[in-house]
């Protein structure tokens, strides 16, 4: 049996990422998985420590060092899998010791690119060039890499000089079979629901939809239609008719799908993501999506496809894509229909996690050298 640690980010999606393979890489009986979860906040005496508290990279780099001493001390370890590279970034001598995969969403030019969105901002040139040799050394280490989408492979090649056969495309997932909704989706003459997942409203575009679905509820010619838009999101938001919002929704759970089956559309208008894990969760369920052509976004909802894509912050360009959907069921139906299959053919979780399982059986079984 190979014995392999899994040095795992906890943030954000990374979360979600981190339940599914912890469901799935269990029923692979030749693999025996050690977990080393890797949390973000600064807390006690590190809260007051000044670059600790204030960078996750030195952060993560540090906690995954001493869970990887930890690991080390109770198995012999004939693999690793770090996710993403900020966990890795500091644990070089490890990479060199032990067999290593190294997965990540974006690297760090691109999450630069990404930058604004999320309260993110460059540092001064010397920290920048010094952060980029990191890296490139890091993916240099890896005997392996794995990206969450072709657009983050493509960031690899040309941010980093990575030989594109070095890096595998295995983008995390939704276990389809929970998420298949009872039922197959039908025409309704009820309220048209919206669906929005996403914490922080800003930089998700929730704002924008709010807007967007007031100018829909306003237009004269949708008169006494009811259009109702349901949030999930730990941001508060005033009252007001036709808008439920959800604060205390957890991943992956029955509550949370039961929103996905009952509505009619879901929509994630984002400034900044990489590749945002609800976009799978609601083509499991036959939602159609409207989405943001950010980053890989487009690999998943793929517009007049899957799904709609709009400009961010376009208020106007997102209610004609919403209205779209409300006027054209049956285009909306088949869209549905279709991101059923992208999902299950490529988001799968259970499948990718086998994926990556054998990524890290190959390279822990491959000959030193």
């Known amino acids: 049996m190979i014995q392999v640690g899994f040095v795992l980010e906890q943030a954000l999606g990374h979360v979600t990422h981190t339940q599914n393979l912890q469901t799935h890489v269990p029923k692979d009986h030749a693999v025996n998985a050690h977990w080393a979860l890797i949390p973000f906040a600064a807390t006690g005496l590190g809260a007051h420590l000044p670059v600790y508290r204030s960078n996750w990279t030195v952060r993560a780099g540090w906690r995954s060092r001493r869970a990887l001493g930890a690991l080390a001390g109770r198995t012999r370890l004939d693999a690793l899998l770090f996710h993403t590279q900020v966990t890795a970034v500091l644990a070089s001598n490890w990479m060199r010791r032990v067999p290593s995969v190294v997965s990540l969403d974006a690297t760090p030019l691109q999450y630069d690119a990404l930058g604004a969105s999320y309260a993110h901002a460059r540092g001064p040139d010397w920290l920048e060039s ?71 409203l ?79 969760e609601a083509g499991a369920t036959g939602l159609p999506s409207i989405s943001t052509d950010v980053a890989a976004i ?14 961010p912050g376009d208020v106007g360009g997102l209610a004609s894509a919403l209205g779209a959907m409300i006027d054209n069921p049956e285009r909306r139906l088949a869209m549905g229909e279709r991101a ?24 822990a079984r491959a000959p030193a050298g």
């Open 130 to 200: 010094l952060k980029w040799r990191l890296n490139r050394d890091c993916y240099r280490d890896a005997r392996h890499l794995v990206t969450w989408s072709s657009w983050a492979k493509r960031g690899l090649v040309d941010g980093y000089g990575v030989p594109e056969d070095k890096i595998t495309v295995i983008p995390p997932g939704v276990t389809t079979s929970a998420w298949q909704r009872p039922a197959p989706r039908v025409l309704h003459d009820g309220a048209f629901r919206i669906l929005f997942v996403g914490a922080a």
């Open 202 to 280: 800003g930089r998700k575009g929730g704002l924008v939809l709010l807007d967007a679905w007031r100018a829909l509820k306003a237009d004269v010619n949708r008169a006494g239609q009811q259009i109702e838009l349901h949030m999930v999101t730990k941001d508060t938001v005033a009252a007001e008719p036709g808008l439920f919002l959800y604060h205390d929704m957890q991943p992956n759970s029955e509550p949370l799908r039961r929103l996905y089956f009952d509505s009619d559309v879901f929509c994630l208008p984002t400034y900044g993501d990489c590749l945002p894990m609800v976009l799978s």
């Open 340 to 363: 059923i299959q992208v999902v299950a053919q490529e988001y799968d979780a259970e499948r990718n996690a086998g994926r990556l399982l054998e990524q890290l059986k190959a390279i």
């Open 298 to 311: 487009g690999e998943i909802t793929r517009h007049n496809d899957t799904g709609l894509l709009v400009t």
